[in-house]
């Protein structure tokens, strides 16, 4: 069993334990370096999201830029909350 490590979540931002998500799916592509630290709310919403969006997981640069969008997801929605909050 691995260890959990604490760190930020490169989608929500929150300090958390964290585990590295394989953008790139390991049954497809092995293990690789394109990994996502996530916390465990995070990286279960990308599973789901991706089994939903993602019909064919076999093209790594159409699933590496479907992950860019994803993670950008929240950091535009929080901006704008923020900024509606603080004006």
Do not use: Y
Not at 23 to 36: D, H, M, Q, V, Y
């Amino acid at each position: 069993m691995r260890e959990a490590k604490k760190g930020k979540c490169d989608k929500c931002s929150q300090f958390f334990f964290v585990d590295a998500h394989h953008i790139l799916p390991k049954s497809k592509f092995g293990k690789t370096k394109e990994t996502a630290d996530l916390c465990p709310n995070c990286h279960r919403q990308v599973h789901e999201d991706m089994k939903k969006e993602i019909s064919d997981n076999s093209n790594a640069e159409e699933m590496m830029e479907w992950f860019r969008k994803w993670l950008m997801t929240i950091c535009i929605t929080a901006f704008v909350l923020l900024s509606i909050l603080f004006l």
